[in-house]
Nanobody, 125 residues
Framework: QVQVVESGGGLVQAGGSLNLSCTVS????????MGWFRQAPGQEREGLSC????????FYTDSVKGRFTISRDNSKNTLYLQMNSLKPEDTAMYYC??????????????????WGQGTQVTVAS
């Protein structure tokens, strides 16, 4: 059974930082591309970043470029999202997602098979 569990969200002041984590079990983590997404109330789910199994990030959406960094530790089956210089507009539920094994990165949520329950990030102004 595949499990995807995010953690690390919370309340932070504008300009602050958070580091999200996502642990995966039930998949060959070292062979799957992973992505971070977010969804604010009333908005569509937005793809933020993706990293392939080699640990090479393939994209960041414009709104987070230069502020967010995706990384992974395959020895720990864990994905990370370091978020710096947070803004109130970053407030959303953040999700990590896994593709099926041996597929490449994608910015589309439809390309991902496995999702966590999300972790809430709230940035106060």
């Amino acid at each position: 059974q595949v499990q995807v569990v995010e953690s690390g969200g919370g309340l932070v002041q504008a300009g602050g930082s958070l580091n999200l984590s996502c642990t995966v079990s039930g998949l060959p983590f070292g062979a799957v591309a992973m992505g971070w997404f977010r969804q604010a109330p009333g908005q569509e789910r937005e793809g933020l970043s993706c990293i392939n199994w080699r640990g090479i990030s393939t994209f960041y959406t414009d709104s987070v470029k230069g502020r967010f960094t995706i990384s992974r530790d395959n020895s720990k089956n864990t994905l990370y999202l370091q978020m710096n210089s947070l803004k109130p507009e970053d407030t959303a539920m953040y999700y990590c997602a896994a593709r099926a094994a041996y597929l490449s990165c994608s910015g589309s949520s439809y390309a991902y098979n496995y999702w966590g329950q999300g972790t809430q990030v709230t940035v106060a102004s």
